[in-house]
């Protein structure tokens, strides 16, 4: 029966993401920046709904840009997790734009991407990001550059921290956990790492018993005079001890 279930999701899921691609290229054009935000935050939690995934918020996700949130990176999963619990305009790897429907969604909703071996396209989207911050968005970036296991946080990249100090915009530290329903510990069913492959990672998302998404936003906070190697590091630990709470109900 768990293969049975898997496919229902999967369908389920497929038709969802499908009616998100067909609303981005139809409805979107016709709507405020306010409207399609919504769209995605609704559409986002639904699409959990589908792959049997709660979510869980705690803290305080920023009312209003600018802001920079600054995650850790553990799955595929993260974009839509992050955009249900609060809608913002991510930073990724330019990968995910390859991604068959998934890149899709990820243009149509804002993503900036990053070539991030070229130092060139990294210093083009700091000052794209910069300048949306300017503008009162709400950008997301993942300093650890990769997927982790979800156990050890990996070191943060600074670079993308300088948009939010060439901006005087605060960042806001966000952790993420998948854990098990039924027991609260972690579930590494949606971790997208190492010799994983995209399509295996969402087969044993699919299969797995009941998922929660955590997501816990810390306090904003402002640069203070640090540089963005400083500040990195700082939000690093703001993560790892949001973290540190995080499963403990």
């Avoid at 389920?12 to 139809?26: D, E």
């Avoid at 990294?122 to 990769?146: I, N, Y």
């Avoid at 993308?160 to 901006?167: D, E, G, N």
Wanted: a positive charge.
């Amino acid at each position: 029966m768990k293969p049975l279930r898997a496919a229902w999701k999967l369908l389920r899921a497929l038709t969802h993401a499908l009616a998100g691609y067909w609303t981005i290229r139809t409805l979107f054009p016709r709507l405020t920046p306010a409207e399609r935000e919504q769209r995605v935050e609704a559409w986002s939690r639904q699409l959990l709904a589908c792959l049997d995934i709660t979510l869980e918020v705690r803290g305080s996700p920023c009312a209003q840009g600018p802001v920079l949130l600054v995650a850790n990176h553990i799955s595929w999963l993260d974009i839509a997790v992050m955009h249900a619990a609060r809608y913002c305009r991510f930073v990724s790897k330019a990968d995910v734009k390859q991604w068959p429907l998934i890149g899709t969604l990820a243009t149509g909703v804002g993503t900036l991407y990053i070539e991030r071996e070229s130092r060139r396209d990294a210093m083009r989207v700091v000052h794209h990001m910069a300048e949306r911050l300017r503008a009162g968005d709400v950008v997301a970036v993942f300093p650890e550059g990769t997927t982790s296991d979800g156990i050890a946080l990996l070191p943060f990249h600074a670079n993308l921290i300088q948009a939010a100090i060439s901006a005087e915009a605060p960042a806001q530290p966000v952790a993420l956990q998948f854990l098990d329903s039924a027991t609260g510990q972690r579930s590494a069913a949606p971790c997208y790492i190492g010799d994983d492959t995209l399509l295996g990672s969402i087969w044993r998302t699919l299969t797995a018993p009941g998922i929660t998404a955590v997501v816990t936003f810390g306090a904003p906070q402002q640069a203070q005079g640090r540089d963005r190697r400083g500040w990195a590091h700082s939000l690093r630990d703001d993560v790892a001890a949001l973290r540190e709470r995080g499963p403990h109900r």
